[in-house]
């Protein structure tokens, strides 16, 4: 089945000359997608068996999945990464992306959804109790958006709470699109009784069993479906001769239907429902598997079908639609990014046009995450072995088409969302959307060997994870891991340590507060010395004003009959910067203030450059400690895009938080997707550290949310105090 082992093995494993395709029209792309438990995983383990990928299926429980070959996975017992789990069936290869289903990974999803030409949406048959989530129902509207043809897939139907109509009837109404009989079973499983849940057989709507081989109760479900499922496919087919045959009585062609189920699905109309249960004790293929590779290989476009990203030059200029031809210009994409202790770097490409050869020189394009800590580079680099993944262990490969997916090793520079292309016609195919990370988490190296190591560490990690954004905070100097939830948080420092040695210990996150004058004030600085030789004098008196919000800081020299020399007044006014920039306080840089130079005295042995610069910062000390300082905290504009069943419990929460709403607005819906009511309004940082994981809570995964810097404006002084106490 391949290496289970610590290490990734490089092995000839099965044949691999035979899966690889020469042609587009050879390969399916395809994703699964759903709610982190669904049985997505366990679901590609069962293919995996059923096309003899592996010899023998895994369990998650156990960390013995192909896809879940992580350390981490295996402890969590969940996926956090995009796997590649590469099948044959029917002559095709299939590359079946799985994808995590927690909320933190989003950003491994839409990689899989990047380098899928159809997505499979896996659905528990025990979800009948709470629903489809909101944030599956949103992907699902996404995937109409792209026009990407879909199918789903019921799983765990042994569970003793299974219920497959049940969950049919939930999809219908999710997934429908407006249109419930665009959503239909295929098969029915029947078999299952009470002590024995687990069905024993899969009777198809197509091309249906026998009459007298089912009960009169089965049999009953069984027409009524398959006359639901011919009219379906009749009306998305607009053939009205073959509706006339129908209504007629006239028998219908089930290889005809078949047909028209296929161009339904492959145009994204049509959404079977397929049930499928893993391999019982000594059995080779699990209940509904090879239905489901049949659908793949029939109804699921190939590359070929499917349109191409747009690409353009680096510098940003047009340049022709790509064709998925293998003899056309290379143009492939990097779609995860992973380091291993035994291989190196190991890049998953997706090639969208031309074909990908080891040893062949490329040019690597990487534009537009700058904000994240990718720059911007174009770099020319050589293409090491190709392989096809299967879990741990990597299959060398020969080439990969136009359409295929497989691994690289050692490109250096190459990152996650990086353009391959021929050095002689370099290209940079258009990045695909990724979600903002919102949840700062501040670290601090543990030790100082950890400390030498943490740049390091730290840079590969932003090469591997697009969603990261990595900040040294100018104003507070701390070190802040933005991500999308706690477990994305949990992973990156799990992986700092495990993988390149860095150990990381979390510190509070501290929001940039600043601090302004409360009112006019005087101060006076006195710093006088004298220690033998050389001493230092230096006195001078200020006046601090508070400026408006914004106005920054002002310096005015108004000193009379020289007594501090001329020389000497840029001294004092680089002693109040420096004072500004450590707080006169809370430790906050100081703004808005317009400091005045009133007067002083000077020696003329013992005054000096360091000694004024020293009274400048301490008049300003003793004038804040006659006015009094205030907080000032940063304010952020919050766009709330929220289901309409949530915006009441959304404006409480805001309101709670001290947020000011500026309005809400309807959202057109997308294809599928209920109502949904964008709350715009302000929300002082300090209340919003978290709301990346409570809005979630809150909605149930179907919020999200954006936020924008606007100004500081005073904070309250109850909670200040609180902050200061």
Request: proline fraction near 7%.
């Amino acid at each position: 089945m391949g290496d289970r082992t610590s290490g990734r093995g490089v092995t000839a494993g099965r044949d691999a000359a035979a899966d690889q395709p020469v042609r587009p029209e050879q390969i399916r792309n395809v994703v699964l997608v759903g709610h982190s438990g669904a049985g997505k995983t366990t679901l590609a383990e069962s293919l995996a068996l059923a096309t003899g990928a592996v010899n023998r299926a895994g369990r998650v429980e156990d960390g013995t999945t192909v896809s879940d070959h992580d350390e981490i996975e295996h402890r969590q017992q969940r996926s956090v990464q995009l796997a590649l789990v590469p099948l044959v069936h029917a002559g095709l290869k299939v590359n079946l992306l799985d994808t995590p289903g927690y909320a933190d990974f989003v950003g491994e999803l839409r990689a899989g959804l990047r380098a899928a030409d159809a997505a499979l949406f896996v659905v528990s048959a025990t979800d009948t109790t709470d629903g489809i989530d909101g944030a599956t129902r949103a992907l699902w509207s996404e995937c109409a958006d792209l026009a990407l043809p879909r199918a789903l897939v019921v799983t765990k139907l042994d569970h003793p709470q299974a219920d497959f109509a049940a969950t049919v009837a939930l999809c219908r109404e999710a997934f429908g699109d407006g249109n419930t009989e665009s959503v239909l079973p295929l098969h029915l499983p029947l078999g299952a009784a009470e002590g024995a849940p687990r069905p024993t057989r899969l009777v198809g709507l197509l091309d249906p069993a026998e009459p007298g081989e089912l009960s009169a109760a089965d049999g009953a479900a069984v027409t009524e479906a398959r006359n639901r499922l011919i009219e379906a496919l009749i009306a998305e087919s607009e053939d009205e001769a073959l509706m006339d045959r129908y209504l007629a009585g006239e028998g219908l062609d089930p290889k005809n239907l078949a047909k028209d189920l296929e161009r339904a699905v492959a145009r994204g109309a049509f959404h079977p429902v397929l049930a499928v249960l893993p391999p019982a004790d000594g059995s080779r293929t699990g209940l509904g598997a090879a239905a489901l590779l049949d659908l793949v290989a029939t109804g699921f476009p190939s590359p070929a079908d499917r349109p191409r990203p747009p690409v353009t030059s680096p510098d940003g200029a047009p340049r022709p639609e790509l064709d998925c031809d293998p003899e056309g210009p290379l143009a492939a994409e990097v779609v995860k990014t992973s380091g291993d202790p035994y291989v190196g770097r190991l890049s998953l490409v997706r090639v969208f046009s031309g074909t990908l050869r080891p040893d062949a020189p490329v040019h690597v394009s990487g534009h537009g995450l700058g904000d994240r800590g990718h720059q911007d580079h174009d770099i020319d680099e050589r293409v090491g072995a190709l392989s096809s993944p299967l879990g741990k262990t990597l299959r060398h490969v020969a080439q990969a088409v136009a359409g295929d997916i497989v691994c690289v090793a050692k490109l250096a520079r190459a990152e996650t969302g990086d353009t391959l292309s021929d050095r002689s016609e370099p290209l940079l195919v258009a990045a695909w959307a990724l979600p903002d990370p919102l949840l700062p988490v501040a670290v601090a190296a543990h030790s100082k060997t950890d400390e030498d190591k943490l740049s390091q560490g730290l840079a590969r990690l932003v090469a591997e994870d697009p969603t990261l954004r990595l900040e040294q905070n100018p104003d507070t100097g701390q070190l802040v891991l933005w991500c999308l939830g706690e477990a994305h948080a949990d992973v990156l420092v799990d992986r700092l340590r495990t993988r390149y040695g860095v150990s990381v210990d979390p510190v509070p996150y501290v929001v940039p507060l600043r601090e302004t004058f409360g009112g006019p004030a005087r101060g006076r600085g006195r710093h006088v010395k004298q220690s033998g030789g050389h001493g230092q004098f230096a006195i001078c008196e200020i006046e601090v004003e508070p400026l408006p919000t914004g106005a920054g800081f002002e310096f005015v020299d108004r000193v009379v009959g020289g007594t501090v020399p001329r020389q000497f007044i840029p001294s004092v006014e680089k002693g109040v910067r420096a004072q500004l920039g450590r707080g006169v306080s809370a430790g906050f840089p100081v703004v808005d203030v317009r400091v005045t130079l009133l007067d002083g005295k000077a020696h003329s042995v013992d005054s000096s450059d360091a000694a004024f610069q020293t009274a400048g910062a301490l008049a300003l000390r003793e004038a804040a400690a006659e006015a009094g300082v205030r907080l000032l905290e940063p304010v952020a504009e919050v766009r709330v895009l929220i289901p309409d069943d949530y915006v009441g419990a959304v404006l409480g929460d805001l309101s709670g938080r001290r947020g000011r709403v500026l309005g809400t607005e309807p959202v057109p819906s997308g294809a599928g997707a209920a109502g949904r009511t964008l709350v715009r309004a302000e929300v002082p940082e300090w209340e919003i550290v978290r709301y990346a994981v409570d809005l979630r809570s809150l909605s149930h995964g179907a919020g999200t949310f954006t936020r924008a810097y606007v100004r500081h404006e005073p904070m309250p002084t109850a909670v200040a105090a609180h902050i200061l106490g």
